[in-house]
């Protein structure tokens, strides 16, 4: 007896019970008079069927690409996207009416307020966005006149070092 | 005395025992059902460790950990679409694009866009790219104490992650950018035709809706192979269902695809109309608020990842990017699977996913 069978869960014992029946059942097919136990008739049966099938189901896929693909189902398409649509519509109003009869809030209120903040959010937002692109501007000048003075001022140094070593040559 | 041959005796089986395997495995399948229900329930998608290293509304960053030692400084930033959940890069251990980064030495970071609610309706792809992304990298790069942070985008997410290079691109090491739409002229994608503003009316949509409805979406890419979808997969299931490992991998699967979420209503319509009906994005006209996108812009190395049976972001719409870009560091690979097969494939992590790793390793900095 497997560990499952001596296991004290219900769950565990009905999968053992299930797996031990059906791998019995598997194994020991009835006997038909005048059947053989060789399996290679029924091999050749199977690759006949499964190219059937793959021959039906390469069929079937090129149909359906081709329908789907026609003015016919696009038309179809819409329509039955425009009905459930309008059903929804006509579902949400229905629901909109029933709820501010009975005085509570719907949720276009509640929408009309996370517009309200979001309204708010992107213009703080866009203000930031502003703010950096001057702040970036403001840093790249200073470097580019830091540079620009370092350069001068190394110019200026490298000139006067060289005067100064023309003069002492001299 | 002539005997007559049936037409039918090639199609026949032999004797009806030939029935009888059949009626094994089915008898195995049945014996498997409870195993293959427990597998269904407790699968555990989106394992790898992590933690969450910057929030800001629903967003969250996660950083993946790893005993593993890093090899690189450069950190790698995962950016998932906006439809659906972004733990299909991390599905299951052994088919994890996140575990073949880290293995690779790489400190990875994945963008969960959280779920929007009602009221976030309003979010636009300005919002998401020009905020939460530039936010989520700049947090990364302070993070690591770098200047650039290498940047993956997977679909809809490497479209955005497109338009961000092309807005900062001083901020990017590397892009690297999975099944990512660029150009919608190619009428050939299902999807394309479908929206179409003579039959797709989006604005109706979501003003009904206020975000783009999961069912909606869900309903949309599950007919674009339908007999793959509603038949095949299933019978696939029958067939291999006694195959822990398939049931596993077909239940992680099954979980993600069924876990939709809602994209958020303006962002969807902006996509629609200025993608999908206006192609802005390839034509250089796109703006975000008073940004306008440039793709000629990016300059960093640019590794462009197709699927060439992907029924979702046809090859057409994503090998365009490589001509758009102003990088002269630039490869483009096709690799034959579908558009979740790149990511999950067993072919995709044999064989794409250690070529990624080292095209990124040579463009990043090391330790």
């Known amino acids: ?170 | 005395m002539t005997t007559m041959q049936n037409p039918f005796a090639a199609m026949m089986p032999p004797s009806p025992m030939a029935f009888f395997p059949t009626y094994e495995g089915m008898m195995e399948r049945m014996a498997a059902m409870p195993q293959v229900m427990e597998t269904m329930q407790n699968v555990k998608v989106g394992s790898s460790p992590s933690s969450v290293v910057y929030s800001e509304d629903k967003l969250r960053v996660l950083h993946y950990e790893s005993d593993i030692e890093k090899k690189y400084t450069t950190p790698l930033v995962l950016s998932f679409a906006l439809v659906n959940r972004p733990y299909i890069l991390d599905l299951l251990p052994h088919k994890s694009v996140v575990q073949q980064f880290l293995r690779a030495g790489f400190d990875v970071y994945l963008i969960d866009w959280g779920v929007p609610t009602h009221n976030d309706r309003h979010l636009t792809i300005e919002h998401y790219v020009t905020r939460y992304m530039r936010n989520v990298l700049s947090a990364v790069a302070d993070l690591t104490n770098v200047d650039e942070v290498s940047l993956l985008g997977y679909c809809m997410g490497g479209t955005l992650s497109a338009m961000y290079a092309s807005l900062f691109p001083d901020t990017l090491k590397n892009l690297i950018l999975m099944a990512a739409p660029v150009d919608w002229s190619d009428d050939e994608a299902l999807l394309i035709r479908w929206t179409d503003p003579k039959y797709y009316d989006v604005d109706a949509i979501i003003d009904a809706y206020g975000n783009a409805p999961p069912h909606i979406l869900q309903g949309a890419f599950g007919m674009l192979k339908p007999a793959a979808n509603y038949f095949e997969k299933y019978i696939g299931f029958y067939e291999r269902m006694t195959s822990q490992k398939f049931v596993e991998e077909f239940a992680a699967m099954e979980t993600w695809g069924n876990d939709n979420i809602p994209v958020a209503g303006e962002t969807f319509r902006q996509f629609v109309k200025d993608c999908f009906q206006k192609n802005l994005l390839s034509q250089g006209k796109m703006r975000l608020g008073r940004h306008k996108i440039d793709l000629k812009n990016i300059t960093c190395p640019i590794l462009n990842l197709m699927a060439s049976n992907d029924h979702l972001v046809t090859c057409g719409q994503s090998a365009m990017f490589n001509d758009l870009v102003g990088s002269t560091d630039r490869k483009a690979i096709t690799f034959k699977t579908g558009h979740i097969g790149l990511s999950v494939s067993s072919r995709a992590h044999k064989e794409l996913w250690p070529q990624v790793c080292d095209w990124l390793g040579e463009r990043s900095e090391e330790l």
């Open chain 1, 1 to 170: 007896m497997s560990a499952a069978a001596n296991s004290n869960n219900p769950a565990e014992q009905w999968m053992q019970y299930w797996t031990d029946a059906m791998k019995q059942a598997g194994m020991t097919p009835p006997q038909m008079p005048g059947a053989t136990t060789s399996g290679e008739p029924a091999a050749a049966f199977t690759d006949q069927a499964k190219q059937m099938q793959r021959t039906f189901f390469d069929a079937m896929a090129r149909y359906c690409d081709d329908y789907m693909r026609s003015e016919e189902f696009l038309k179809q398409m819409k329509q039955s996207m425009d009905a459930s649509l309008a059903f929804k519509k006509m579902m949400d109003d229905f629901l909109v009416k029933a709820q501010s009869n009975m005085q509570s809030p719907v949720r276009g209120d509640v929408e009309d307020l996370a517009h309200m903040l979001r309204g708010i959010e992107e213009r703080i937002f866009d203000r930031l966005d502003r703010l950096e692109e001057k702040v970036a501007a403001v840093e790249e000048q200073q470097q580019a006149e830091g540079s620009s003075a370092r350069t001068s001022s190394s110019a200026r140094s490298t000139r006067t070092s060289s005067a100064s070593r023309a003069s002492k040559k001299k």
